[in-house]
């Protein structure tokens, strides 16, 4: 017979208890690895349907876009069939076919010359003489208009003239006016310019001879007794004389005429309708010093010093300047 003391009965109990525990513990750890393995599958699922949804979503906007292009493929092409453009249509059973553009039946359409790739350049027919000449009164009309909606932003200051220092080669009376002299002027160009004075009646002919001149070289060509003037020789003038700007002596033919407060550059040829010439020559006077100004500020060629004349004996006299 055995007897259990309450030691042994505690002790017992204690050994019963911890490997219960023991077996929760391994059924948690199976759990939670169970657990663990349901949760990736789920993430899983739930990316690869997210995929499906956004693959889904670009396909239709993919079909979209291809129908808007197609859409604009048709619009292009018949903009170009209406403007003249040969379409080559390439089929992969044969060759490139052409397609002709329809004619121009009225003088609104005009028809593009546009290059066409092709390997047989024979295809491509060439525009008529009255296609050309509707072209380029279309051109030239766009030209103009465009002219005439730019507004003339430059001021209306000396800086708007070309003037420039001349050397005179040759002069001579012309043939058929006897006020007029011509004279074959050197303003740094290729090759000299004519130009018509009324100064036979103020200048002698010797003096007009191999001197320096002030020449306003950007006036519209006019023809005078027969012989085109291109451009025309500044004078000074007094109540009983006339006399020609004597520019610096070491003055280079070609060199620009400037005044320092006005630095614009000049316009390569002054519009006679915006009359820039006109709004201008009043302003030009000699001062009391006997030099040609603007506004008061002297003429003169860079580093060459100030235009000087001298028409009046009075410095308290100014005269006004023209051609």
Known sequence: MVFL??????MARNSVSLVQLQQRAAEADALISSLKVQLADLRQKTMSKACEEKEK?????????????????????KAEIRNGLQQVLVSPEGPPTHVAAPPITSPKDTQKMVKVKSENKADIPAPTNQ?????????????KEKKIAAPDQKPVDISRL??????????????????LYVESIDVGEATPRTIISGLVQHIPLEQMQKRLVVVLCNLKPVKMRGIVSQGMVMCASSP??????DPP????????????????????????KKKVWEAVQPELRTNKHRAATYKGVPFEVQERGIYMQHLHENPDTTCPISC
Not at 60 to 70: D, G, R
């Open 5 to 10: 003391t309450k030691s042994s009965i505690k």
């Open 57 to 77: 979503q670009l396909r239709a906007e993919n079909k979209k876009l291809e129908q808007e292009i197609s859409l604009v493929k048709e619009q292009l092409i």
């Open 131 to 143: 296609q050309k000449q509707r072209i380029c009164c279309t051109s030239e009309k766009k030209d």
């Open 162 to 179: 070309d003037l420039r220092v001349g050397l005179i080669l040759e002069a001579h009376r012309h043939p058929d006016a006897d006020t």
């Open 240 to 245: 009983d004389k006339v006399e020609i700007l």
């Open 249 to 272: 002596g070491d003055s280079l033919p070609g060199e620009r005429v400037t005044c320092r407060s006005f630095t614009g550059e000049p316009d390569k040829e002054l519009n006679p």
